[in-house]
């Protein structure tokens, strides 16, 4: 575990050796260090330069001869505290960036991904998951893109999509109505961080989108397989004024705790 945490201040393998292995043998010469150690002896002192410039050892004499040493617990402690500090201050600098940016109301051109397949869809819905405590709106043939993706997916999904306190308000088709009873993952209330509508009968859909922050997720059918993602202020506009007006003429889904409330205990 400590080799890897090295590598976060760029260590490469043979220098986190080196190192790894003086904290656990305290300070040695190059020679002794290239005996036990089996790294080169020439590149030992490369591999010494870079941990002394991290701060992680320090050269001594001893007896004439150059002995390296481990620093103490206390001063490694230091290296992590400031790089911390560091990643903190260029956090609030990146904060500081978007705020004036936004303020500045730059047009920025819309963004498009597209992808391909079930797995490409599947990555297209899982964008979403990037964000927490947000509240989203779905247009959404749940049958057919359960039968393009598979329950599983779903159920993973709706658990992550929960944990991160994700809201979502959905419209389904009649006709692609499923039943909470077996698609417990599918739950609406409170619990579920979700509300479902079922859309007036002549209202059909195929294709689905799901509108969160700045972007629209859009997934096709079964048939044709593929999923796009467009990031555009005007356009999650647009279209979450046709959701409302479709919001507002549905019929709200009853819920069916004593069935959903079960799924809703699998997550940790």
């Given at each position: 575990?400590?080799?890897?945490?090295l590598e976060k201040l760029?260590?490469?393998?043979?220098?986190?050796?080196?190192?790894?292995?003086?904290?656990?043998?305290?300070?040695?010469?190059?020679?002794?260090?290239?005996?036990?150690?089996?790294?080169?002896?020439?590149?030992?002192?490369?591999?010494?330069?870079?941990?002394?410039?991290?701060?992680?050892?320090?050269?001594?004499l001893k007896n004439g001869?150059?002995?390296?040493?481990?620093?103490?617990?206390?001063?490694?402690?230091?290296?992590?505290?400031?790089?911390?500090?560091?990643?903190?201050?260029?956090?609030?600098?990146?904060?500081?960036?978007?705020?004036?940016?936004?303020?500045?109301?730059?047009?920025?051109?819309?963004?498009?991904?597209?992808?391909?397949?079930?797995?490409?869809?599947?990555?297209?819905?899982?964008?979403?998951?990037?964000?927490?405590?947000?509240?989203?709106?779905?247009?959404?043939?749940?049958?057919?893109?359960?039968?393009?993706?598979g329950e599983e997916f779903?159920?993973?999904?709706?658990?992550?999509?929960?944990?991160?306190?994700?809201?979502?308000?959905?419209?389904?088709?009649?006709?692609?109505?499923?039943?909470?009873?077996?698609?417990?993952?599918?739950?609406?209330?409170?619990?579920?961080?979700?509300?479902?509508?079922?859309?007036?009968?002549?209202?059909?859909?195929?294709?689905?989108?799901?509108?969160?922050?700045?972007?629209?997720?859009?997934?096709?059918?079964?048939?044709?397989?593929?999923?796009?993602?467009?990031?555009?202020?005007?356009?999650?506009?647009?279209?979450?004024?046709?959701?409302?007006?479709?919001?507002?003429?549905?019929?709200?889904?009853?819920?069916?705790?004593?069935?959903?409330?079960?799924?809703?205990?699998?997550?940790?």
């Amino acid at each position: 575990m400590l080799d890897t945490t090295l590598e976060k201040l760029g260590l490469r393998d043979e220098e986190i050796k080196m190192f790894l292995f003086l904290l656990e043998h305290g300070g040695l010469t190059a020679g002794e260090l290239a005996k036990k150690t089996g790294l080169p002896r020439p590149s030992l002192y490369g591999f010494a330069r870079k941990l002394e410039d991290v701060g992680l050892i320090v050269e001594s004499l001893k007896n004439g001869v150059k002995t390296f040493i481990p620093v103490s617990q206390e001063a490694i402690q230091s290296i992590f505290d400031d790089r911390i500090k560091d990643l903190e201050r260029d956090k609030i600098k990146i904060k500081m960036m978007f705020t004036e940016l936004n303020a500045q109301a730059i047009q920025v051109a819309p963004k498009f991904q597209l992808f391909e397949g079930a797995e490409g869809v599947k990555h297209v819905l899982r964008d979403m998951l990037l964000y927490r405590d947000i509240e989203t709106k779905a247009y959404w043939p749940i049958k057919a893109t359960i039968g393009l993706l598979g329950e599983e997916f779903f159920r993973k999904l709706n658990a992550e999509r929960i944990k991160r306190h994700i809201y979502t308000r959905g419209i389904w088709p009649q006709s692609q109505r499923v039943d909470l009873k077996t698609h417990t993952y599918m739950g609406v209330g409170d619990g579920f961080f979700r509300e479902i509508r079922i859309a007036p009968e002549d209202i059909h859909f195929s294709m689905g989108y799901w509108i969160y922050e700045s972007k629209v997720a859009f997934v096709s059918s079964k048939k044709e397989s593929f999923g796009f993602i467009i990031e555009s202020r005007e356009f999650v506009e647009m279209l979450s004024s046709q959701f409302e007006v479709i919001w507002n003429v549905s019929k709200t889904l009853d819920p069916e705790p004593d069935h959903t409330n079960e799924f809703l205990k699998t997550i940790n």
